[in-house]
């Protein structure tokens, strides 16, 4: 076995990818494609087409109950194991046909699974069967990313900073790197590159709380607060505030992640019966829950991250994901930033789409597993030691 060979390509040599990312937002499937070669810091890739497909109604309602209530019968879960991998299926082809490229072109695929539960350094779970799916396009696919650094001692998590590694490494700036998704994940590179100095954990919520309160505002009919309006309606509560502010999470010192088990459904259903206690409008809980997102991104990176700047150096925070389109979040972010002296700016102005970021991180870190190269950050998971991350499956 120490002679297979995933693809019969070189490092050297570019390579057609596919990545599939789909977030603890359930809020569609990025899908991906890039020509990509090298490995590590020295990895290459150019972008071909990126698009975010919807996630077909049935499924996502049954991906949402599931989560929500978590529970489900064992046919449930056998069930939509291989719908899930169907709907990334139907991406791909989807995003061949975009580019007007044909799949036969396609080296390999790489998926991150939607996330069900995870309990840090125990167990996780992703469905969405990478066998199943190598099948369906006739290809390799890796996936199953999260395992094997949890079997070295690590949390799972974060997955991205060995992308932020690969992108961010050579700018010679203290670097800091903010992703708002469902959840938000802060990365620290360090000015020198050094690779076991990377720092890197969950914040707390992101979008989370914000898009389940915009649902029960809307009666469904929005999903996330477009471009803060019902924010800007509203007045922060002092009292929620303190409330949110008082989670044990963010007292924790990393490596840590956390998701749904602690900021889902079941924490903002506690919200908003506190909030109908103190009388305030769902607006005015919005805002509040708003100011909160932002105060855990800006609270972390002053308790763990910015304390062990060099003085005088020059200090980055380079934003991606959905919650930075988020004007009120953005704003908040900056304003906190500019006190300590560090420069908020969106992925984009310096070359990386914060659309896309997810669906390449999973590409880049399958691509290092097909040329059996590490890809977790130890001093990020806290696992005892680097690993090859991710399953190959071939047709």
């Known amino acids: 076995?120490?002679?297979?060979?995933?693809?019969?390509?070189?490092?050297?040599?570019?390579?057609?990818?596919?990545?599939?990312?789909?977030?603890?937002?359930?809020?569609?499937?990025?899908?991906?494609?890039?020509?990509?070669?090298?490995?590590?810091?020295?990895?290459q890739y150019e972008e071909v087409g990126?698009?975010?497909?919807?996630?077909?109604?049935?499924?996502?309602?049954?991906?949402?109950?599931?989560?929500?209530k978590k529970e489900?019968?064992?046919?449930?879960?056998?069930?939509?194991?291989?719908?899930?991998?169907?709907?990334?299926?139907?991406?791909?082809?989807?995003?061949?046909?975009l580019c007007k490229l044909s799949i036969n072109e396609l080296d390999f695929a790489a998926i991150s699974g939607q996330t069900f539960f995870h309990i840090p350094k125990t167990a996780t779970l992703q469905l969405g069967d990478g066998s199943y799916l190598a099948n369906l396009i006739n290809k390799p696919v890796i996936w199953n990313f999260r395992a094997s650094d949890i079997a070295a001692g690590g949390q799972g998590a974060p997955l991205v900073p060995y992308l932020d590694y690969i992108l961010f490494s050579k700018?010679?700036?203290?670097?800091?790197?903010?992703?708002?998704?469902?959840?938000?994940?802060?990365?620290?590179?360090p000015s020198d590159g050094d690779f076991s100095k990377i720092k890197a954990f969950d914040c707390g919520p992101g979008n989370m709380i914000i898009d389940r309160l915009v649902i029960e505002h809307t009666g469904g009919l929005k999903t996330f607060d477009e471009d803060?309006?019902?924010?800007?309606?509203?007045?922060?509560?002092?009292e929620i505030l303190t409330f949110l502010k008082s989670h044990s999470y963010l007292l924790k010192m990393p490596p840590k992640s956390t998701g749904r088990e602690e900021f889902g459904d079941d924490y903002t259903e506690r919200l908003i019966a506190l909030s109908k206690k103190v009388g305030i409008s769902m607006p005015d809980l919005i805002r509040?829950?708003?100011?909160?997102?932002?105060?855990?991104?800006?609270?972390?990176?002053?308790?763990?991250?910015?304390?062990?700047?060099?003085?005088?150096c020059e200090a980055q925070l380079i934003c991606a994901g959905g919650g930075v389109k988020n004007?009120?979040?953005?704003?908040?972010?900056?304003?906190?930033?500019?006190?300590?002296?560090?420069?908020?700016?969106?992925?984009?102005?310096?070359?990386?789409?914060?659309?896309?970021?997810?669906?390449?991180?999973?590409?880049?870190?399958?691509?290092?597993?097909?040329?059996?190269?590490?890809?977790?950050?130890?001093?990020?998971?806290?696992?005892?030691?680097?690993?090859?991350?991710?399953?190959?499956?071939?047709?």
């Open 1 to 43: 076995m120490n002679n297979f060979q995933v693809i019969n390509k070189p490092e050297s040599e570019y390579k057609l990818a596919a990545g599939i990312m789909t977030g603890t937002s359930i809020d569609g499937i990025d899908t991906l494609l890039v020509k990509i070669k090298g490995t590590g810091a020295e990895t």
């Open 50 to 68: 990126f698009e975010n497909f919807e996630i077909p109604d049935k499924l996502k309602r049954k991906i949402r109950s599931i989560i929500s």
């Open 72 to 97: 489900a019968t064992l046919e449930d879960i056998c069930l939509i194991n291989y719908e899930i991998s169907a709907a990334y299926r139907d991406a791909i082809l989807k995003i061949f046909d």
């Open 171 to 189: 700018l010679k700036k203290e670097t800091i790197t903010l992703n708002i998704g469902g959840i938000s994940n802060i990365t620290h590179i």
């Open 228 to 238: 803060a309006k019902f924010a800007d309606e509203g007045k922060i509560s002092d």
């Open 288 to 312: 509040t829950a708003t100011e909160f997102t932002a105060f855990c991104i800006s609270d972390a990176i002053k308790r763990f991250i910015f304390r062990d700047f060099p003085n005088n």
């Open 327 to 395: 004007p009120l979040l953005y704003k908040l972010l900056s304003d906190e930033m500019e006190k300590l002296k560090i420069k908020t700016m969106h992925s984009e102005e310096i070359g990386v789409s914060a659309k896309s970021k997810e669906a390449l991180l999973m590409i880049a870190l399958a691509n290092e597993t097909i040329y059996k190269k590490t890809s977790n950050v130890p001093s990020a998971t806290g696992a005892k030691k680097a690993v090859i991350t991710g399953t190959i499956s071939i047709a």
